[in-house]
């Protein structure tokens, strides 16, 4: 049931954004994203192995990834709402949202479709910084893919009235802006076999900003 | 109470704003509900930005979080009260028929857009809050943040304002003349003979200036904003600084923002 479900939402069918049952497809969408994110983040975070302590990184990183996109998701809803109804969007708005909430889906289930590759990456590589460039790499392709489905998506919503598309690019700013914070803050997803498991790492709560503009300040100023 | 944020979320839609009720050159929004709702809303945003502050000590800076609860509808009623009066003098001054009253009703809906706007980004602002130990980096989320609502408020404003020009304009024309189309601050070319030729050029004039002026006015809007947000300082509450009320005064606004800059690069 489910993989017709997640089928439909990779073809772009109309499904999802047709009306009726808005609140059940939300959900559905929902449920999407928590499953399949939740089989993704189990294979990153079995880089250190799945037995004994190990086997809890790998249920915290099954947990952390669909907390990633549906925080940064929830986070980011309030400001995109209040700017819909401003521009006069309304009427669309829960067309749009789940538009959204399929891409998320479509990206989640894109990521569950590499986990394949990242077993074979961590069976035959043992480099905690090769495993997190592979997964970076991973996100970054199943994010171009899901762009690709979301366009499809909107448009739709495009074509009806041509503000979507601006308030679309604000919605991207935005999720971007709070997503890049949001993982930050949700370090470990691979888990350092050095280090042990834990679901946070305390001593690097810290700002992704303020680090990388650290970063620039200490490259260009050397 | 859901009265007064309906009565918001039809200024939000643009109903309580829309051409046929501005005819008569008066706006008929609510005063009070929306006030109301702008209040809450302040309070609302006024918690997360002291959230910061009171994260980052552990709970002892409560006091900086009843602060900012407080003003930061003060920082918005304040802006209010001082542009209001050249607000009303410019629109008199313009010729459209704004009353006092109009005036008022039409700054209190561009400050619940405002507000609306900030108050749904407050989530992020308290996320940011939890996660960030670095004080020049909320100062200038928080300066994004206002500026983004202040920005959408403002054009909101101005928006409102070409469409009661362009209203003045239809009423005070002689009748055989096409009604405007609600999208072009530009008249219809067609009755452009006869004697009503010039009387519709010296209208165009008008128009135009009216326009102008609103524009830089909202420039000043945005300005005396931002200073008296400097005025209310402490609105974020720095974690290493005693809880004051007021700080000295000092500086201003903008060197301000640039100092946060250049210490959030230079840690």
Known sequence: MMLLYADNVLRARPWAVQEGHAARKLAQLGLLVAAFGITYGAVMGSFGGVFGERFWQVVYSAVKVPLLLLGTFALSLPSFFVVNTLFGLRSDFSHSLRALLATQAGLTIILASFAPFTVVWYASCSDYQGAILFNTLMFGCASVAAQWLLRRFYEPLIRRNRRHRMLLRAWLVIYAFVGIQMAWVLRPFIGNPDAPTQFFRQDAWGNAYVSLAHILWTFLGR | MLKWFRQLDSILRGDATRMSLLSDGQIQTPVAGLSVAVLLLGVLYGLCMGS???????????????????????????????????????????????????????????????????????????????????????????????????????????????????????????????????????????????????????????TRRAKSVFRVWTTVFALVGAQMSWVLRPLIGCPTLPFEWFRERESNFFLAVLQSLVSLFSW
């Open chain 2, 52 to 206: 910061f502050t009171m994260i980052r000590t552990g709970g002892e800076a409560y006091m900086q979080l009843i602060a900012s609860a407080v003003k930061l509808p003060m920082l918005f009623f304040l802006t209010l009260a001082v542009t209001f009066p050249s607000l009303y003098v410019f629109n008199a001054l313009l010729g459209t028929r704004l009353s006092v009253l109009s005036a008022m009703r039409l700054l209190i809906a561009a400050l619940g857009v405002m507000l609306a706007v900030l108050a749904s980004l407050g989530p992020i602002v308290v996320f940011f809050a939890l996660s960030t130990k670095s004080y020049p980096f909320m100062i200038l989320l928080n300066v994004a943040t206002s500026t983004i609502a202040g920005a959408l408020g403002l054009g909101f404003l101005l928006r409102t304002l070409d469409r009661l020009v362009v209203v003045q304009e239809s009423l005070e024309s002689p009748p055989p003349r096409p009604p405007p189309l609600p999208e072009s601050g530009k008249q219809a070319n067609a009755a452009t003979t006869g004697p009503t030729a010039a009387l519709d050029r010296a209208g165009q004039i008008t």
